[in-house]
């Protein structure tokens, strides 16, 4: 395990600054009160605009309160058709010839590195909720929102040898935003050294939450991406972070990260609460911020930030 004091003390500066009093008020903003949902088809009453275009906005908002200037990035998709003859958490189906269509945005937030800046470290999350069921999507994926968030805002301050970009991307809708990120972030050669999708960070099954326990599985789909995970669980040690971490490998890309590796970029992984997910409440209207364990989503939210901190100290 490397850390040498220089970073080791920078490091349980920035760890000690995870508020979770923060990452809540951000999870309850953006999935109970004001938005209960975060999706393209459901607009509150005398709003606006939908509630996704008004999570945008709040994370927007945010990320220009730490410095940021935000880079919007249009995707024409659709909402999900809902298929109750399936699993009601899998009751998702492609969307009708006829259906309207949105459009979505990925939003970016970059910080600039002072030494080699053409070297990228990426952490993204998709930031809706799902759009064929009326579900606050706490966990799926508001975890990881607020997390990237929460990082973002750490960081915005930080002296930052490599570039790191924050990327909110839609996930719930089709097609997936992240594919259009990740195949333009391919077509104009960007050096992505090390990308973190954080998705459902701290869900687990009731076992797991009664029992106390703290969990993160990193994701890892090629070869590449392995030492990322095994990064995950160096810094959860070295800094006493207290997660049972674990890791596990893909049989083919998934999620966001898989966007990324799909275009070539093979070291993406992925941070999740449990694997397979556990958590009984996924993609069910039952999703609620009163049922996420905070504590778990902020050592999560170190583990990451202490992982890219360490791509960023030493490189790849």
Known sequence: MRSDSDLYSSVCQLLTQVDANRLRKNLFHLSKSPLPFRKLNYKRLNAEENTLYEADNFISEELQNSGYSVEKESVVVKAFSCDTSKPKAHQYAPPA?????????????????????????????HKDSQSWVDSPGAYDNCTGTVATMEIAHLLANHNCKRSIWFLFCNEEHTPWTSITAAQNARIKGTNLIAIFNLDSLGGKSNQSLDSGLKTNVTLYTEPEGEPFADLMAEVNEIYNIGLLQTKFMRQRPGDDDGSFINAGFP???MNVGSYPYADPNYHLETDRPELVDIENVRLATQASLASGLHVDYYGT
């Open 97 to 125: 010839a006829d259906s309207t269509e949105f459009i979505a945005y990925n939003l970016y937030a970059k910080k600039h590195g002072s030494q080699y800046p053409e070297e990228v470290i990426l952490f993204l999350a």
């Open 267 to 269: 070291m993406a992984v």
